[in-house]
């Protein structure tokens, strides 16, 4: 997997003080996306088991609280992503399990794959949904356009 961006204090994608990994490829070409660049899977930096480790590290930092780790793009469920992003959400939720896990997918919830429904079955919150310049709207939080849903799972 490659990724764009990596922000080990993010305040802006999710609730709280967050990680944010902004990971390559993604194959739903939105009309007016503002992240073209990420588009092709072996864009940006390749995702090394030493950034795994970081973020970790970093969601378990007592120095600045973060409330979880957000996975945006490009498209974490791309299928060129799928697996290293399930690692990567098994390992927060076994090792930092009072972190919660937010996503944001082109793909709808009800048309993913059966590799794609591994991990959303670990995240806490899925915005899902393409972004649709007709629907776009400045106002909307956590989402660009009033297409996409918002997705709280509420987990035991
Ligand atoms: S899903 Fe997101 S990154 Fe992909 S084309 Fe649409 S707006 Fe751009």
Redesign the pocket.
């Known amino acids: 997997m490659h990724y764009s961006a990596y922000h080990s204090v993010d305040v802006i994608n999710g609730e709280g003080t967050r990680c944010t990994l902004f990971v390559s490829g ?5 009309k ?5 660049s ?2 092709r899977v072996d864009s940006g930096h390749v995702f090394t088991q030493a950034l795994e480790d970081q973020i970790i590290a970093d969601l378990t930092d007592t120095r600045i609280s973060r409330r979880g780790l957000s996975l ?4 974490p469920l791309h299928p060129a992503n799928v697996e290293t992003i399930l690692h990567l959400v098994k390992r927060v939720k076994r090792e930092c399990p009072d972190k919660d896990i937010w996503l ?3 793909y709808q919830l009800d048309e993913l794959s059966e590799a794609q429904q591994a991990v959303v079955a670990l995240v806490d919150v899925l915005i899902d949904g ?2 649709e310049q007709e629907n776009a709207d400045p106002a909307l939080l956590w989402r ?1 356009s009033s297409n996409q849903i918002i997705h709280r799972f509420t987990r035991e």
């Open positions: 993604c194959e739903h070409a939105c007016g996306c503002y992240n073209q990420t588009w945006s793009g490009g498209d944001w997918s082109g393409k972004f660009g």
